[in-house]
């Protein structure tokens, strides 16, 4: 049963500190997205990856947040230094593009992050 | 830019009723339109997704509506149950045809047994 994975699946940390989110695409799958949900925000668009390149992170606060992918198998999300306004929900999602099933999404069961 | 709005924001049926939820997006180039449920402390999962040359699809209990004249789609869920109860995401491809989706703001639905 193909699934993205996310870890930690919760985290609290302190403001000042670092934080690293770690996500594992579904095999074979292309395009590796970050997505940060708030209650306010809903989902919004951090970053995203085709073949393990940047393609898009202007949604992310490049002066603390950056995001990559090591290997095919791996993206992370770092944050350094945290703040408590960083506090929401993270979750990672992969896809294949193109393919039979056009731009579907397969997301992972997010990371928790409260940084007090 | 580009843009997808949705409504309601909250939405409460009674068992056995239809429910309905509205989008609206703004890039004429989007040609795929899914909608993911999201139910509590998980992550987003699609249940029914529509291409730019469909007006209608239909799974079960669930269809989607797409009037791509007037930029809008719509998820409709007919005899509700409790299990329907959960935040639900329309959301759009946008031109670039890189895979991004937009995504509305999310509707959360309380089905009341």
């Known amino acids: 049963d193909a699934r993205v994975t996310q870890t930690p699946r919760h985290k609290v940390t302190e403001m000042g500190q670092e934080v690293t989110m770690r996500c594992q695409p579904i095999?074979?799958?292309?395009?590796v997205f970050w997505y940060r949900q708030t209650m306010m925000q809903g989902l919004e668009l951090l970053a995203y990856?085709?073949?393990?390149?940047?393609?898009?992170d202007s949604g992310m606060p490049k002066d603390r947040f950056s995001a990559e992918m090591p290997d095919a198998t791996l993206a992370t999300l770092k944050i350094q230094p945290s703040e408590p306004r960083d506090s929401a929900v993270y979750f990672c999602?992969?896809?294949?593009?193109?393919?039979?099933?056009?731009?579907?999404?397969?997301f992972g069961p997010g990371t928790r992050l409260t940084v007090l | 830019g580009e843009n997808v709005e949705q409504h309601p924001s909250t939405l409460s049926v009674q068992e056995g009723d239809s429910a309905v939820i509205k989008c609206t997006y703004s890039d004429s180039a989007s040609n795929y339109f899914p909608w993911y449920k999201q139910e509590l402390g998980k992550g987003p999962q699609l249940i029914i997704d529509i291409r730019s040359n469909v007006g209608e699809k239909k799974d079960q209990r669930i269809a989607v509506t797409l009037n791509k004249t007037a930029k809008h789609f719509s998820l409709h869920i007919t005899e509700t149950q409790p299990e329907d109860s959960a935040v639900y995401f329309c959301?759009?491809?946008?031109?670039?045809?890189?895979?991004?989706?937009?995504f509305g703001q999310g509707t959360t639905l309380q089905v009341k047994p």
């Open positions: 959301a759009a491809s946008t031109s670039s045809n890189t895979g991004k989706l937009i």
């Open positions: 999602a992969s896809g294949l593009v193109p393919s039979g099933s056009l731009y579907e999404q397969f």
């Open positions: 990856f085709r073949n393990r390149a940047p393609l898009d």
């Open positions: 095999l074979g799958h292309n395009t």
